[in-house]
């Protein structure tokens, strides 16, 4: 056996055992960042939320868990210059459709700002912005937002859900309410929140 013979086969092994491992981690499931559906039970600091597929989510609420509460708005509410959420699916004509819009209060003006890939609904983005301009058609609204490195055209209809946030607390937090919790895997694969939008008056959360 040549030299370059004993070099090469030893590499050949080490990669045949490395290409399974290597695309096992790829084929891995990202970890969720949230979680949406009904809460289940509260026990102590633990809530488990029955998430829209079906699966029981235990959640340990952290000791400085934020909880906002989600209720109804109203398209006419939503003005230029007004900071806003849409999440966004692409249109038949090019122009981003909005699914859900949130009003954010004064207070949390600038949360998240920006646009990124969402995963509310399949090819789903999430714009955090300001409204620049707002023209009103039978149809709805188009708004055009813009954010810190770009802006975006959204068609919302009447028939979109617009939401806006008030004050809550840990107390909402009850079996039967509807929520989007924000999640983080913990090192002993267990879940914590830190952040938990709560849906009043029989209301979920659309985002």
């Known amino acids: 056996m040549s030299v370059r013979s004993a070099l090469i086969r030893p590499l050949v092994v080490l990669a045949m055992v ?4 290597v695309l096992a981690i790829a084929q891995q499931a990202p970890v969720p960042t949230r979680v949406r559906g009904t809460i289940e ?5 633990v809530i488990t939320v029955k998430s829209r597929s079906g699966e029981d989510v235990k959640l340990h609420m952290t000791p400085d868990l934020r909880v906002v509460g989600v209720v109804k708005a109203q398209l006419s509410d ?12 692409p249109g038949p004509d090019g122009v981003p459709k909005a699914v859900e819009v949130h009003i954010f209060p ?11 890939p969402y995963d509310l609904k399949p090819n789903s983005s999430m714009t955090n912005a300001t409204v620049s301009e707002s023209v009103v058609s039978n149809d709805g609204h188009t708004l055009m ?6 802006e ?16 809550a607390d840990k107390s909402e937090l009850k079996a039967g309410a509807k929520v989007i919790a924000f999640m983080k895997q913990l090192a002993d694969g267990s879940f914590e929140t830190s952040r938990v939008s709560v849906g009043r ?7």
């Open 152 to 167: 975006k055209k959204v068609d919302v209809t009447p028939d979109t859900p617009v939401v806006t946030f008030v004050p």
């Open 18 to 21: 490395a290409a399974p491992s």
């Open 145 to 150: 937002v813009k954010y810190k490195g770009g």
């Open 106 to 116: 004064e207070d949390m003006r600038g949360t998240g700002e920006g646009s990124r």
């Open 201 to 207: 008056d029989g209301i979920t959360p659309p985002m």
């Open 78 to 89: 939503v003005k230029v210059g007004s900071f806003i959420g849409a999440t966004t699916v």
């Open 41 to 45: 039970s509260v026990d102590g600091n």
